[in-house]
């Protein structure tokens, strides 16, 4: 028994799986994806590609804000799916793009100087900014190896030696008045005659 053969009677956008696949197609956002497909929803059969557009005007339908056509338009060229083919402006028409997977066969009024085939192949991730240095503990002074000054926040005191012991300073003046003022106050029970308390735990 033969089977019917199934034929396609209405047009579709189609992206190749090998662009769907790529590292390039991953790195987008979803509004340059978005974009990609209206953008080839417009390549017909004879190939138009190379006379695609991106207008405001076209895309506004389907989300697009200015700025966000711009970004995913500049997101796009830079990634290697489409190439501009010709710069639009006032008295020149709408910019047209092409996309680098497909061939150019209709390469009337636009320029195809700069164009790739499949320049998506080429795009590299930006590389990271690497972090800074690390601060050496350590210096080169008078020729000699040295530790780096430490911060006043993280100085460390020195280690106590058997040789080496603090001990409180006081001046003769300060410790005669220290004295005399104690004495003063543990003596006022017996000057009162005994009528106050004794004074204890006195700071």
């Not at 209206?38 to 138009?48: D, L, S």
């Not at 636009?110 to 795009?123: E, H, L, T, V, Y």
């Not at 780096?148 to 003769?172: C, Q, W």
Request: aromatic share 10%.
């Amino acid at each position: 028994m033969k089977t019917a053969k199934t034929s396609t009677k209405h047009p579709y956008a189609a992206i190749e799986h090998r662009v769907i696949d790529s590292l390039a197609y991953a790195d987008l956002s979803f509004s340059a994806r978005s974009l990609l497909v209206q953008i080839v929803r417009q390549v017909t059969v004879p190939n138009n590609n190379g006379h695609l557009q991106a207008t405001s005007t076209y895309m506004k339908p389907f989300g697009f804000s200015v700025n966000t056509l711009t970004r995913a338009t500049q997101e796009l060229i830079t990634h290697g799916f489409i190439y501009k083919t010709k710069s639009g402006g006032f008295h020149q028409g709408a910019a047209q793009f092409a996309v680098t997977w497909l061939s150019v066969t209709n390469t009337r009024g636009i320029f195809m100087q700069g164009f790739k085939a499949c320049a998506w192949r080429d795009w590299q991730p930006e590389q990271k900014k690497s972090r800074p240095p690390k601060v050496s503990a350590y210096s080169l002074k008078n020729d000699e190896l040295t530790r780096a000054t430490t911060p006043k926040s993280e100085a460390i005191p020195p280690p106590k030696s058997e040789h080496i012991e603090l001990v409180p300073i006081y001046t003769h003046s300060a410790h005669k008045e220290s004295a005399r003022v104690t004495a003063s106050i543990h003596w006022l029970p017996l000057i009162a005659g005994g009528r106050m308390q004794p004074i204890r735990n006195y700071a």
